[in-house]
Nanobody, 118 residues
Framework: QVQLVESGGGLVQPGGSLRLSCEAS????????MGWYRQAPGKSRDLVATHTSTTDITNYADSVKGRFTVSRDNAKKTVYLQMNSLQPEDTAVYYCNLRQMSDPPDYWGQGTQVTVSS
């Protein structure tokens, strides 16, 4: 089993920045993909950004490219999401995800609220 604990959400004004953290523990395979998804009220949970452990390949939603950066500290088993130039449309619950060749293959954090408002 894998546990994911997120931190770093909050309220920020438009144009501001936040950094989310997600620490993983448990049975984590060397090859995995960790990342972030978000869900706004009444909408589906959508991909924000992912990072692959062995290749350092990252993937971003078009809506966050150039503003958000996903990174990882393998020693700390932690993935980060640096969010800059935040806009009201970024308001959502942000969920950490880990995907690997296990059963089950997908793990989720509890979610952290990000609110962008003046």
């Amino acid at each position: 089993q894998v546990q994911l604990v997120e931190s770093g959400g909050g309220l920020v004004q438009p144009g501001g920045s936040l950094r989310l953290s997600c620490e993983a523990s448990g049975s984590i395979f060397s090859l995995n993909v960790m990342g972030w998804y978000r869900q706004a009220p009444g909408k589906s949970r959508d991909l924000v950004a992912t990072h692959t452990s062995t290749t350092d390949i990252t993937n971003y939603a078009d809506s966050v490219k150039g503003r958000f950066t996903v990174s990882r500290d393998n020693a700390k088993k932690t993935v980060y999401l640096q969010m800059n130039s935040l806009q009201p449309e970024d308001t959502a619950v942000y969920y950490c995800n880990l995907r690997q060749m296990s059963d089950p293959p997908d793990y989720w954090g509890q979610g952290t609220q990000v609110t962008v408002s003046s």
